[in-house]
């Protein structure tokens, strides 16, 4: 569980240090902090998902492969920036899902 809270803790802070204690006091916290990080790790992956990362999003949800290059053509075909170390928030994340579903 320590592992899977710290995999949590660093896909949203990527570049900060955490310790076993930061981690047992995050699980400590709530009763149902199993359930509530279950929930929080699928999110995250969307929240806090860089243009990288969404091909592997758009597989995953859609069942549908695409690159990294199909994905600078829908932005130019749709008029919005992309970028594959843009952070993207989860309304973007699932727009880029709409259009692959499409």
């Known amino acids: 569980m320590w592992l899977l809270t710290l995999a949590y803790m660093k896909k949203l802070e990527p570049n900060k240090k ?6 047992k006091f995050k699980l400590s916290g709530n009763p149902f902090a199993e359930l509530h990080l279950a ?3 699928y999110n995250a992956c969307y929240t806090n998902a860089v243009g990288k990362d969404l091909p592997e999003i758009i597989l995953r949800v859609t069942g549908k492969q695409v690159t990294v290059r199909t994905l600078y053509r829908w932005a130019r075909k749709q ?8 952070r993207l928030s989860r309304p973007e994340v699932e727009q880029w899902i709409r259009w692959a579903a499409a």
Do not use: G, N, R, W
Request: glycine share 0%; hydrophobic share 45%; aromatic share 18%.
């Open 79 to 86: 008029q919005v920036t992309f970028s594959s170390s843009k």
């Open 18 to 23: 955490f310790t076993l204690f930061q981690i």
């Open 39 to 41: 929930e929080a790790i």
